[in-house]
């Protein structure tokens, strides 16, 4: 199965609901073409934020991969990243090329009509929980407590909502947090989200420390992105000082580097994501650092349907994989996308069972959803 083309699509749709930071959405997917007409289609998280440098980084991939036998994602994404290892170990290239071998791997999925999770060796899970995502901090408390209790009567496992990322407000926040856990009832889980990538002025240990004791009293699942993501020996301090588990990891974008993190003891909880960290490959990689680690992995999902369904499978496969992330935002590619639905049982997700990553990419989507430049968002 030869590869004749590799293109980039950028899409917009409507995003959010009323509340939302923002209500539309900019993402970008890379289609591998090959000789026997079957057409691979990854995605890129790159898209949400910069969508329009993916289509240059695609076209330097390009001419690595016309020609070559597109049933050897691994050679493929290694050929690939010798190409930018001066200039892009790590980062945007990263991110780019993820959606590139995301979408092999979907190409060889439909040439052997088989899910992902079989070529990765199997499934190791009947079923995984699923935990809703979403409490993004521009809801106003009522839209913030009648999602939570949307969650609850949808049977959710979990619950995921954000802190204000850039704004230190101990005593508001365990309000919030509050009110979301008398929503949810005690028996659900509920993590939060403190998105300290997006601060320029990131919080301190000692302030984590104080907001972690106002969050007490309801019951954290985990605490993610507390620290900026620069360094993981904060992360490690923070450890050793709270019995919350700790979670990070979503913007990592090399093994390599997820492997130095776990080595320096960051994580409880990792969150590795194949459209971000390089591809299925060294996404692989991150989750058997992190069980070779004792570290659990709860895979980051945040993006449409090839995101989605790229971190399901794999997430199949890794022991210790413990729950799994479904956006409740208001993407409509999170479903349009998909080949067949996802197949939930009180509020755990089974195994999908379409080829490949189980997505398509129709022509009627692509005009249904056109590209409006100025589309892509900071805060994801």
């Not at 459209?275 to 989750?287: D, K, P, W």
């Not at 004792?294 to 980051?300: D, N, T």
Request: glycine share 10%; hydrophobic share 40%; proline share 7%.
């Amino acid at each position: 199965m030869e590869i004749t083309d590799v293109r980039t699509v950028l899409l917009t749709t409507p995003y959010g609901i009323e509340g939302t930071h923002t209500r539309r959405r900019s993402a970008a997917f890379i289609e591998v073409e090959t000789d026997e007409g079957i057409v691979g289609v990854g995605e890129t998280y790159a898209g949400v934020y910069v969508p329009e440098l993916v289509e240059g980084i695609v076209a330097l991939y390009r001419d690595v991969l016309i020609g070559r036998d597109a049933t050897s994602p691994i050679r493929l994404y290694r050929d690939c990243y010798w190409v930018t290892g001066y200039c892009g170990r790590t980062g945007l290239t990263v991110m780019v090329l993820a959606g590139i071998e995301c979408a092999l791997w979907d190409a060889l999925g439909k040439f052997r009509n088989a899910p992902l999770h079989e070529l990765l060796g199997g499934a190791v899970h009947d079923r995984l929980p699923l935990y809703a995502s979403g409490g993004v901090p521009t809801l106003n408390r009522d839209q913030l407590v009648a999602q939570a209790a949307q969650v609850r009567a949808d049977g959710y496992r979990g619950f995921k909502m954000r802190a204000n990322p850039v704004t230190y407000q101990p005593e508001n926040e365990a309000e919030r947090v509050g009110l979301v856990r008398e929503a949810l009832g005690p028996d659900i889980l509920l993590a939060v989200d403190a998105v300290q990538n997006l601060n320029t002025q990131p919080w301190s240990v000692k302030q984590v420390l104080h907001l972690l004791d106002a969050l007490a009293p309801h019951d954290l699942a985990w605490a993610e992105e507390f620290l900026p993501p620069f360094d993981p020996a904060p992360y490690a301090e923070l450890r050793a000082m709270t019995s919350v588990p700790i979670s990070g990891g979503e913007g990592i974008t090399t093994a390599a580097v997820f492997e130095q993190w776990l080595r320096a003891g960051a994580f409880d909880i990792a969150q590795p994501d194949p459209t971000i960290v390089g591809g299925i490959g060294e996404a692989r990689r991150a989750c058997e650092a992190a069980d070779a680690h004792h570290v659990k992995v709860a895979m980051h999902v945040w993006g449409a349907a090839p995101t989605l369904t790229a971190n399901y499978h794999l997430g199949f496969t890794q022991p210790n994989c413990v729950m799994l992330e479904r956006p409740v935002m208001g993407n409509p590619l999170e479903t349009e996308m998909l080949a067949e639905p996802l197949q939930i049982v009180d509020g755990y997700v089974l195994p999908p069972r379409a080829p490949g990553l189980g997505v398509e990419l129709t022509d009627d989507l692509k005009a249904k959803y056109p590209y409006e430049p100025g589309s892509a968002s900071m805060f994801g």
